[in-house]
């Protein structure tokens, strides 16, 4: 049976620090967003996943996750208003 290949994110150029807090948030979000725009599917999504199972610990993701199930996970809340603005 193989090993799974295990990679680290490489350097984001929007994150320079290392406390690597806000690339953890941004690639969950970015993942969730481009999941939404183009479907599961979609292999560039997949990078925003790596990062964020990469960058994020756990119990944060499963935080995220509850909150996003019960539409309250505030960057990706699903706004009640209508779509007029642009």
């Known amino acids: 049976m193989s090993q799974p290949i295990l990679k680290t994110v490489g350097f984001d150029a929007r994150f320079p620090n290392t406390n690597q807090t806000?690339?953890?948030?941004?690639?969950?979000v970015d993942y969730f967003k481009c999941v939404d725009a183009k479907g599961e599917d979609f292999k560039p999504c997949h990078q925003f996943?790596?990062?964020?199972?990469?960058?994020?610990?756990?119990?944060?993701?499963?935080?995220?996750?509850?909150?996003?199930?019960?539409?309250?996970?505030?960057?990706?809340?699903?706004?009640?208003?209508?779509?007029?603005?642009?």
Do not use: I, M
């Open 22 to 28: 806000k690339n953890c948030w941004q690639n969950y």
């Open 49 to 86: 996943r790596q990062a964020f199972t990469s960058l994020c610990p756990d119990s944060w993701v499963e935080q995220w996750d509850e909150q996003r199930e019960a539409g309250v996970f505030p960057a990706l809340a699903k706004k009640q208003e209508s779509h007029g603005h642009h």
